[in-house]
């Protein structure tokens, strides 16, 4: 089973609709998640950080289910700018030198006009 | 403020010719992170810094990578008789504890 796993897509949305992606971690000692977003050819950009149940920016929606070891982002009135791949980003506890984060294969989004 | 910045943006090199990539982080970043990402495939991590701690390699992929930061500053990742297989994005990120940020990346074409 891979350490983090999501719905590779693509999922292809009108502008405006809401989209939901989920991802699952397969380490219940992680403590810190997060979501990137990677556009096309550029380097991978921070959206979210989710440290405790959730968070809310804007438009953007992040959740965290501890107990079934899931994360979710939901983006709501969506624009042909969301268009991107979106990373989900799993931490363990911080050990000193051994390597901390773990990147899922990533969600790609098309919001299409 | 300044963000990671990697250097050459494109390299293209020959089939077993050596090449230098660098990365220079955001000041005060304790760790520093490197990345290779093939076309339409997700990260692969590479090798991590964290301050002056021995570096966690397990990413290399064969021991023609090697790569070397000095304290908390620049990482310069090492590619030795580049094979066609080697071409990629790399990227480097730098981390002041969990969030880390990314530097726009080196894309490196082996002929």
């Known amino acids: 089973r891979k350490e983090v796993e999501q719905d590779p897509g693509p999922f292809n949305v009108p502008e405006g609709a809401t989209v939901a992606f989920n991802c699952t971690y397969s380490?219940?000692?992680?403590?810190?998640f997060f979501w990137y977003r990677q556009d096309c050819r550029k380097e991978p950009k921070l959206l979210m950080s989710v440290y405790s149940s959730g968070n809310e920016d804007g438009r953007f929606t992040a959740q965290l289910n501890r107990a079934s070891q899931y994360i979710s982002l939901l983006i709501r009135d969506s624009k042909l700018s969301d268009s991107a791949t979106y990373l989900c980003?799993?931490?363990?506890?911080?050990?000193?030198?051994?390597?901390?984060?773990?990147f899922g294969s990533g969600t790609q989004l098309t919001v299409l006009p | 403020g300044a963000g990671v910045s990697q250097s050459p943006s494109n390299k293209v090199t020959e089939k077993g010719k050596d090449v230098e990539l660098r990365c220079d982080p955001i000041s005060g970043h304790t760790a520093l992170y490197w990345y290779r990402q093939r076309l339409g495939q997700g990260l692969e991590f590479l090798i991590y810094?964290?301050?002056?701690?021995?570096?966690?390699k397990s990413g290399l992929p064969s021991d023609r990578f090697s790569a070397e930061r000095t304290g908390e500053s620049v990482s310069t990742l090492t590619i030795q008789r580049t094979q066609q297989e080697d071409s990629a994005v790399y990227l480097c990120a730098s981390s002041p504890w969990d969030e880390q940020f990314f530097g726009p990346g080196t894309r490196l074409t082996v002929l």
């Open positions: 380490n219940s000692a992680s403590q810190s």
């Open positions: 810094f964290q301050g002056n701690s021995a570096p966690d």
């Open positions: 980003v799993v931490n363990l506890p911080f050990s000193g030198s051994a390597r901390q984060l773990t």
